[in-house]
């Protein structure tokens, strides 16, 4: 296989990372009995993880990867190198230095950060991964930090938070001051070190050590390799294999937008990295082995998505855990109302409707569109309810608007429900007025039901189910395998470039002009790279991890097949 067209997925993944923290929708914080730290983070279950011999290798390894090399430049890695937060500490290490008359050295923080070490991540209340923490095993930084006592006692950056019972030891707590928007938390105890991004980490509102905080803290601390290694067990990893290997594992919680209730099977992404980006593999964990359809009975899915998107992902829903949102439906209307089309849904209904939903569903954008109006395709069951057009006609008033009505060319086509409402919202592609507007739609055709706020997608889904237009699937290889997604490189880069260009504002020339210096650039080198699906191999380990394959796939169908009119 072309080394380009292996790595495709490599660069996606790296792109995805990265911009998890933009572009991640506020999600709900899970709630604990019992006492829990500030920020309400559950320090025993990351949202994110990075295990590597060496933090400070890491971006650069990361770059060496053929596609990521090509997308991105060295000052990804300078980025890291020349971080604020890293250049404070860097400075408050040498002053401290300095003003304490410690043996302190310049090399210290470069020589924490070039040994093993784990880190994870936490989002803050926007979803973004903001918290972090990260721990070691380094005798040369756990000795310097015994020595903070002393300097916390006079010092203005630096204090005692509390003292910490540890593993029947006394463990001090210190606070490192960075900057207004920075406080580190600096624990170690024997050569084991932890360094928290905030002290709402570990710290109650009352100022006080979270108990279920401390116990994760304590257990980083230990001598004991087990516990050190609470959050490897937590994601189903095995131990480290010496190689020199980073392993870097995003949970579904984080990547899914704050759906991940719909489809709890799947629970997390991990790629491993050799040293100098020489080799990098993909696993996605999922929970039970009938979490993901087996092929060909993908096929039938991705043969109902229209060809040519930029992205599309498989989603294995789980229809049963929609039951409580259509529980929360209002109530039957009564008698007296008379205006059917103003009239609430029944609940009983919509929940009859979603007993009918089966296999996977699936979502794709396409580059005619924008980046956040997605195309929704899922399947129901054969032999539907023949009231199913009258439930989701219930569906659409509820979800779309109060003024969804049926359009009139799902009248004229047997088969056929569409549901479709005009909604006033900035950005949308038509005018109602002096405002912008979008066509939300629902569609059914035979079992399949298309969703979109982009109302030409949906039309494109209807032409693709009858036929008239080409499927995803006419691109897939004929290789077996479940494909869990689809990309095409070149169209993901003209979606986030006109995307990109069409929130910077006409006035501000300085901003337009370096994102067409230096964001245009790495697109164009995006478009270069061959469209590429990733396809399961095998049945995974006994942990749930499921080795995918990236492989390269056609560019388009053939050009015989009749476009939609």
């Not at 650069?60 to 990521?68: E, G, K, M, S």
């Not at 923080?109 to 926007?126: G, I, Q, S, V």
């Not at 392993?247 to 997390?268: K, M, T």
């Not at 490189?489 to 300085?510: G, N, S, T, Y």
Request: net charge neutral.
């Amino acid at each position: 296989m072309d080394r380009r067209r292996k790595w495709f997925a490599a660069g996606a993944a790296a792109i995805v990372l990265l911009a998890a923290g933009v572009v991640v929708v506020k999600m709900r914080r899970p709630h604990f009995d019992g006492d829990i730290n500030a920020l309400g983070v559950d320090l025993s279950r990351p949202f994110a993880y990075v295990s590597t011999p060496a933090l400070s290798r890491l971006p650069r390894d990361i770059v060496q990867a053929p596609v990521v090399r090509d997308v991105l430049t060295e000052d990804f890695a300078f980025y890291y190198e020349d971080q604020e937060d890293r250049l404070s500490l860097r400075g408050a290490i040498k002053r401290i230095a300095y003003e304490r008359e410690t043996t302190w050295t310049d090399q210290l923080l470069a020589t924490a950060l070039d040994e093993p070490a784990e880190m994870a991540w936490w989002p803050d209340a926007k979803g973004a991964p903001r918290y972090w923490a990260v721990t070691m095993t380094r005798g040369a930084v756990a000795t310097a930090l015994q020595g903070l006592a002393s300097i916390a006692a006079k010092d203005s950056q630096l204090s005692i938070l509390g003292t910490l019972r540890v593993n029947g030891g006394d463990v001090n707590a210190y606070a490192l001051v960075l900057s207004p928007r920075r406080t580190l938390v600096l624990l170690s105890q024997g050569n084991r070190v932890v360094v928290l991004s905030d002290p709402g980490l570990l710290f109650n509102g009352e100022g006080q050590a979270s108990a279920p905080a401390q116990e994760v803290v304590e257990g980083l601390l230990s001598g004991d390799a087990r516990a050190q290694s609470a959050w490897r067990r937590g994601f189903g990893l095995a131990e480290q294999d010496g190689a020199g290997n980073s392993s870097i594992v995003a949970d579904a919680r984080l990547l899914s937008f704050g759906y991940q209730h719909f489809f709890p099977g799947v629970q997390a992404v991990r790629f491993d990295v050799a040293q100098n980006g020489a080799t990098l593999r993909t696993a996605v964990r999922v929970k039970a082995a009938g979490t993901l359809p087996a092929a060909p009975g993908d096929r039938e899915l991705w043969s109902a998505l229209p060809a040519n998107p930029a992205a599309c992902t498989m989603l294995p829903v789980e229809w049963t855990q929609m039951e409580q949102l259509m529980a929360d439906a209002p109530p039957s209307p009564s008698a007296a109302d008379s205006d059917k089309a103003a009239a609430p849904p029944d609940a009983a209904a919509l929940k009859a409707l979603v007993a009918q939903f089966e296999g996977p569903a699936a979502v794709c954008w396409y580059a005619r569109s924008q980046l956040h109006t997605p195309l929704f395709v899922a399947q129901m069951k054969a032999g539907a309810d023949p009231k199913t057009d009258e439930a989701l006609a219930s569906l659409a008033r509820w979800v779309i608007s109060s003024n969804a009505a049926d359009t009139d060319d799902s009248a004229a086509k047997p088969g056929v429900g569409k549901w479709q409402s005009q909604v006033k919202a900035p950005w949308g592609p038509y005018a109602d007025g002096d405002a912008k507007a979008y066509k939300p739609t629902l569609a059914r055709q035979g079992r399949w039901i298309a969703f979109s706020p982009d109302d030409k997608l949906v039309d494109l889904a209807l032409n693709t189910q009858a036929r008239r237009y080409p499927g995803v699937a006419d691109t897939l290889p004929p290789a077996g395998g479940t494909t869990l997604v689809v990309g095409a490189p070149a169209q993901i880069a003209d979606l986030l470039q006109r995307e990109a260009m069409a929130v910077l504002p006409a006035e501000q020339e300085i901003l337009r002009q370096a994102a067409r210096q230096h964001l245009v650039p790495r697109l164009d080198a995006l478009r270069k790279l061959p469209p590429a699906r990733a396809v399961t191999q095998g049945a995974g380990d006994g942990n749930g991890w499921v080795p995918v394959e990236w492989q390269a796939m056609s560019a388009s169908p053939a050009s015989s097949t009749q476009q939609p009119k």
